[in-house]
């Protein structure tokens, strides 16, 4: 199993550019969400999806779309970046929202 | 909405001295969590705490769950420069599907 994997580990964009960041998991988990990291913040909640065709707002959702077609899948799009969206993003799954939480690697953000 | 603070935000603390993060919510928990990022790596899940007053061990680890549920500890005992990383708790109410993050205890062991 390779658990949850994220592309690209790195990125740098321009201001107004936008991107999609991949996340797959290969666990048959219905529960996925990303966090963002900034430094002495923590993580925040982007967005979380409880299944395929289901997803909704986190803590921060301004920026950010998500869609959930299959069950492993759970791209997280950049409409038009802005500096304040750089950052560490972490895709995550897990059987249900209260459960164990599996992290992605990240993807390092880099917006000028 | 539901806030959870941890402290100290960050711990120097010499090899074989311990170690405790604090984590407080503003809501009850339903459960917690605690996961442990190493540098440039990703949270790891080390444990969960279901019920008051619940104390759990991992060998030099012991974590506890607040007898009204809305605040936890992580101690480890003789730390070793092994356990360098950042300390997250996370906090669930029942019938949601969120986890809620502290803010993370920043962990560094000198020689």
């Known amino acids: 199993n390779a658990g949850v994997t994220q592309t690209p580990k790195f990125q740098v964009l321009k201001t107004g550019q936008s991107m999609t960041l991949q996340c797959a998991q290969d666990?048959?988990?219905?529960?996925m969400s990303w966090y963002r990291q900034d430094p002495g913040m923590g993580l925040r909640l982007i967005h979380y999806?409880?299944?395929?065709?289901?997803?909704d707002q986190g803590e921060v959702p301004n920026g950010y779309n998500v869609s959930r077609s299959t069950t492993e899948d759970f791209p997280l799009r950049l409409l038009s970046a802005a500096p304040s969206q750089t950052s560490v993003y972490f895709c995550?799954?897990?059987?249900?929202?209260?459960?164990?939480?599996?992290f992605g690697p990240g993807t390092r953000l880099t917006v000028l | 909405g539901q806030q959870v603070m941890q402290i100290p935000q960050y711990q120097h603390v010499q090899e074989g001295e311990d170690f405790t993060t604090y984590c407080n919510s503003s809501t009850t928990l339903s459960n917690i969590q605690w996961y442990k990022q190493r540098p440039g790596g990703h949270p790891v899940f080390l444990i969960q705490l279901v019920k008051s007053g619940e104390v759990k061990k991992q060998k030099r680890l012991t974590f506890q769950f607040g007898e009204a549920k809305k605040n936890s500890s992580l101690h480890i005992t003789a730390t070793q420069t092994t356990d360098v990383g950042t300390y997250f708790c996370?906090?669930?109410?029942?019938?949601?599907?969120?986890?809620?993050f502290g803010t993370g205890t920043q962990l560094k062991v000198e020689l």
């Open positions: 999806s409880v299944g395929a065709g289901i997803t």
């Open positions: 996370a906090g669930h109410t029942g019938g949601g599907n969120k986890l809620t």
């Open positions: 666990m048959n988990h219905e529960y």
């Open positions: 995550a799954s897990s059987y249900w929202g209260g459960d164990e939480q599996f």
